[in-house]
């Protein structure tokens, strides 16, 4: 039987469809269209075998993130700690933070991982084949992806670099020891 999650996300990418609407270059209506999509499903699910949703939020962000985000990705790249995020195949998600990688708990679907590409180079105007077989590609964010398609003969292997600001501010960068106070009062 299918997930809420999955039935709402369903639903949200048909109305999707049928109303024209691009997740990519207009999010505003298909949030509320999320929204509305989930508090509809949640008052049926009263009255009917459909399963419940235990938290409409998490259900509204899981659904934007598969429409209009990178899948299971996208937590990655809002947060703000993580450097790096790589793919070495669906199941061995790795992320960097702090300079310190760890292997996540995400497991992508078969053929996820494909599609996600297909999104994050949609607006780079880059593409995958046999005459491109490797790409290097700047995300809508400014964040660096770089995939070589079959690395394994299974699998490609995506690799996202972010740019993570750590300072903001003279005082940041001189206690990062980026500048050094001398430094500092030379360029004044």
């Not at 505003?28 to 509809?40: C, H, M, Q, T, Y």
């Not at 934007?64 to 947060?79: I, K, N, W």
């Not at 991982?113 to 180079?121: K, W």
Request: with cysteine.
């Amino acid at each position: 039987m299918p997930t809420a999650l999955d039935v709402v996300d369903g639903e949200v990418r048909e109305l999707i469809q049928r109303r024209g609407l691009d997740p990519f270059t207009d999010p505003g209506p298909v949030r509320v269209l999320v929204r509305d999509v989930v508090a509809v499903y949640s008052e049926r699910s009263l009255n009917s075998a459909l399963p419940p949703i235990a938290d409409p939020e998490s259900v509204v962000r899981d659904v934007l993130d598969r429409v209009a985000g990178f899948g299971p990705l996208q937590r990655y790249l809002e947060d703000p700690e993580i450097e790096e995020i790589w793919v070495n195949e669906p199941g061995r998600v790795f992320i960097a933070r702090r300079g310190r990688s760890e292997l996540t708990t995400t497991i992508l679907a078969p053929g996820e991982l494909a599609d996600l590409v297909e999104r994050m180079l949609r607006t780079s105007g880059r593409r995958i084949d046999m005459s491109t077989p490797f790409v290097d590609a700047m995300m809508p964010d400014g964040s660096r992806l770089h995939v070589i398609p079959d690395i394994t003969r299974r699998h490609m292997a995506v690799n996202i670099r972010k740019f993570v600001l750590q300072a903001h501010s003279l005082d940041e960068l001189m206690s990062l020891g980026t500048v050094t106070p001398a430094h500092h009062r030379c360029r004044l």
